[in-house]
């Protein structure tokens, strides 16, 4: 418990944390604007438009802003320590290593638990109070899995870049493959001759919470291939995997 309180100590002094929450809660404002944006757009548009009228889950659209945050806190919450020389100083008062991790896991893992259904559920409640006279929601009951799939990304994101910072001991690095994972991946993959771009697309992240809930996703740029339990083993391998591999390097590597 004391390792597990130190790096509650240590989250809550590092600058950039408080700055990362805000971002990621500014994804609320986001959806807002976005919202406006297409209330505006149906009010102007002629009556023969307005009936076929569409609009994305915008939870979905600005989920991408606390995935990419959380995660880039979960890559400084261990490459602060490398770069300040800290990192000596927890190994030292903590000789077995791993707890030093694996509290970090939690103060991450746990954040990103927290944020994630704030801005989800919230995006949802608000977006849906401006756009349901204008265009087709779905019922929060119908939306309600999906929903919170999508929140748990969030503390995957967190535990994701804990992992990758704990490998490659660079925040540069770290967040560059965050960054890979969300936009440049999925591109790549996304042009991929058949049947690799429905394969790998399967196993992205962003395909994961809708093939869960087995959602429809023939619309989607990623592909559909996984079955629910499937999907839910590889959402939870993004999150674990980096994070052991961190902690085998922590355990071999000189500090």
């Known amino acids: ?47 023969s438009m307005r009936a076929s009228a569409r609009i994305a889950e915008l939870e979905e659209v600005v989920l991408i802003v606390p995935q990419l945050a959380m995660g880039v806190m979960g890559v400084l919450a261990i490459t ?28 991450v893992g746990g954040l990103g638990l927290v944020v994630g259904p704030v ?6 409640v608000v977006s849906r109070r401006m756009l349901e006279s204008r265009y087709p929601i779905a019922d929060f009951a119908d939306r309600l899995p999906t929903l919170v ?4 990304t969030v503390a995957v994101f967190a535990l994701l870049g804990l992992g990758l910072g704990a490998v490659l001991r660079s925040a540069a690095g770290a967040i560059a493959i965050l960054v890979g994972l969300v936009y440049v991946i999925p591109m790549i993959v996304g042009n991929l001759p058949e049947p690799w771009s429905e394969r790998l697309g399967s196993v992205m992240i962003g395909a994961l919470p809708r093939e869960i809930t087995g ?6 740029v990623y592909g559909a291939l996984l079955s629910p339990v ?12 980096p994070p052991a591999a961190g902690l085998l390097l922590l355990r071999e590597r000189d500090a």
């Open 215 to 220: 959602d429809d996703l023939t619309s989607s």
């Open 1 to 47: 418990m004391n390792v597990l309180a130190a790096e509650w100590l240590k989250i809550r002094s590092i600058r950039s944390s408080h700055l990362i929450l805000a971002i990621s809660l500014g994804a609320i404002p986001l959806a807002v604007a976005v919202a406006l944006s297409a209330i505006a757009m149906y009010d102007s548009a002629p009556a």
């Open 80 to 107: 602060s320590e490398y770069a300040t020389g800290l990192i000596r100083t927890s190994l030292a008062l903590v000789p077995r290593r791993w707890p030093v991790l694996a509290a970090k896991s939690v103060v």
């Open 119 to 124: 801005v989800v559920f919230t995006t949802y």
């Open 149 to 152: 799939t999508s929140s748990l």
């Open 230 to 241: 499937a999907a839910a083993v590889v959402l939870a391998l993004y999150a674990v995997l």
